[in-house]
């Protein structure tokens, strides 16, 4: 049971380019979300999604696009990257809400925009 | 819209020593959860406590207890015995009980502990 797999783990983009951060769950959890956390701040929601077919904004959701074809699986794409994108982004999961909602978070993808 | 903050950006304790962490949010739902999360360097999120808003008993895990005063939307960190492995950054988040229960994090609070 690996739980929240994230890849890469790090990397480093040109500004103009795009690309795909990976997310996979093993727990068969409904909802889903993405983060990016900037430098000495909090955690900032940029999608989410409780369920297959189904996403929704978050605070922050201008630059990303997400789609949601599998329950294990909830990739982020980064579209003509900018430097203001730069950040650790963090995927998470969680079975539902009530208690057993607790989420279980990824260990974070390195980003750097140049 | 619900917000959280953490007033406090460092605190620091000495080993054994007894420390709190403040966090005070903002909502007008009256059904919630509240939880404390750890992130030590390595980046990882780690659940530390969790408390729900209809329970005015207050969440203790081990060393780690909270004072939830739902009137004053509070919800502080209470570190007990402080151990050098206590040395973090700490998050306040609020769950919303709608919208996919996603969380609303604090800004956070850098943890030192010096022997």
């Known amino acids: 049971n690996a739980g929240v797999t994230q890849t890469p783990k790090f990397h480093i983009l040109k500004i103009g380019q795009s690309m795909t951060l990976q997310c996979t769950q093993d727990?068969?959890?409904?909802?889903m979300y993405w983060y990016r956390q900037d430098p000495g701040m909090g955690l900032k929601l940029i999608y989410y999604?409780?369920?297959?077919?189904?996403?929704d904004k978050g605070e922050v959701p201008n630059g990303y696009n997400v789609s949601r074809s599998t329950t294990e699986d909830f990739p982020l794409r980064l579209e003509l990257a900018a430097p203001s994108q730069t950040s650790v982004y963090f995927c998470?999961?969680?079975?539902?809400?009530?208690?057993?909602?607790?989420?279980?978070f990824g260990p974070g993808t390195r980003l750097t925009v140049l | 819209a619900q917000t959280v903050t953490q007033s406090q950006p460092e605190m620091s304790v000495q080993e054994a020593e007894t420390v709190t962490l403040s966090c005070t949010y903002d909502t007008s739902e009256s059904d919630y959860y509240l939880f404390w999360y750890k992130q030590p360097p390595s980046r990882q999120m780690i659940l530390v406590i969790r408390?729900?808003?209809?329970?005015?008993q207050n969440a203790t895990e081990n060393r780690f207890s909270v004072n939830f005063q739902k009137a004053a939307k509070s919800f502080s960190l209470k570190i007990s015995d402080s151990q050098l492995g206590d040395a973090a950054m700490y998050f306040c988040a609020y769950r919303w009980e709608t919208s996919g229960s996603r969380l609303t994090f604090g800004e956070g609070t850098q943890l030192t502990v010096n022997p």
């Open positions: 998470a999961s969680a079975s539902s809400g009530g208690k057993r909602g607790e989420q279980f």
């Open positions: 999604s409780v369920g297959a077919g189904i996403t």
């Open positions: 408390q729900e808003a209809y329970k005015q």
């Open positions: 727990m068969n959890h409904n909802y």
